[in-house]
């Protein structure tokens, strides 16, 4: 029998060419062309790119690009001896100053920045929600989602859309990691978990399985979502202990100074005279 075993090949690093690894000062010439020589510093090495194509770098002086380096990308034909110059672009280095990555307004926005009035848009494709009818996440064409939209309205279906699998399980990892779940300190410390308490009022549907509403006000979570491992000191079960109940009658003092008889009779006496 034959080897029908699959070899895999890892592709080869392209070779530096000589040819473009010695043109720094081609490179130097087609940078200062096009941009101020002053803010063109040291040649810093050359990357190579591909199959004849190296970019060499140069340090960027400019005030306004500290540790950014210009790169001037060069390139040749096969059997050629003629550089090109294919691009020049200012990057960042490793300590280069740069923007943080752009987030869409829709999240960065948290749930303590919305006010009345405030909305927070949501996308159609958004991929925690599916149509209501479905119990999945099938996608839907545009035309189709339109169309299902219009029969749930004007049949009144229910919700046109509701929470899919991904959803349910986002909400469910977001609820239990948060400061309602089983591992905050609070719950760490308390004396039982919710799903023993009697504040705890159920939901329904799939995150009834490990989650429910607190309903004591005199807990920390009233009104929020509380896993049935969490909980805290306000317990349905804590009870004050029993010589607490009942204070201690006053005692009796041994000299009352206030009702004293010889008291009253010297008043009356000194009021007489």
Not at 63 to 88: M, N, S
Not at 198 to 210: D, K, P, Q
Not at 254 to 267: G, K, N, P, R, V
């Amino acid at each position: 029998m034959g080897d029908n075993s699959q070899v895999t090949t890892t592709p080869r690093a392209p070779k530096p060419d000589p040819v473009l690894m010695a043109a720094s000062d081609d490179a130097r010439q087609a940078l200062t062309a096009a941009v101020d020589p002053a803010e063109v510093g040291a040649h810093e090495g050359a990357v190579v790119e591909g199959e004849r194509v190296v970019t060499h770098l140069f340090t960027s002086t400019s005030r306004g690009y500290v540790g950014w380096q210009w790169a001037v990308t060069l390139a040749r034909a096969p059997r050629q001896k003629v550089v090109t110059v294919d691009e020049i672009v200012l990057l960042p280095g490793q300590g280069a100053l740069t923007a943080p990555p752009w987030v869409p307004w829709k999240d960065r926005v948290d749930k303590g920045d919305l006010g009345p009035g405030d909305l927070v848009p949501v996308s159609a494709d958004d991929p925690r929600l599916v149509p209501g009818y479905l119990t999945g996440d099938e996608a839907l064409d545009a035309r189709t989602a339109r169309e299902v939209r219009e029969v749930t309205r004007e049949l009144g279906l229910g919700r046109e859309r509701v929470l899919s699998v991904e959803g349910r399980d986002e909400a469910a990892t977001r609820w239990f990691d948060g400061e309602n779940g089983p591992d905050s300190p609070i719950a760490q410390a308390a004396p039982a978990r919710c799903l023993t308490c009697g504040f705890m009022v159920r939901l329904s549907g799939a995150l009834a399985t490990a989650f429910g509403v607190c309903a004591n006000a005199s807990s920390p979570s009233d009104g929020q979502v509380v896993s049935y491992d969490h909980g805290c000191g306000a317990h349905s079960d804590v009870r004050l202990p029993e010589q607490s109940k009942h204070q201690p009658a006053a005692a009796t003092p041994a000299h009352d100074t206030l009702t004293s008889d010889a008291w009253i009779d010297a008043a009356v006496e000194i009021i007489a005279t």
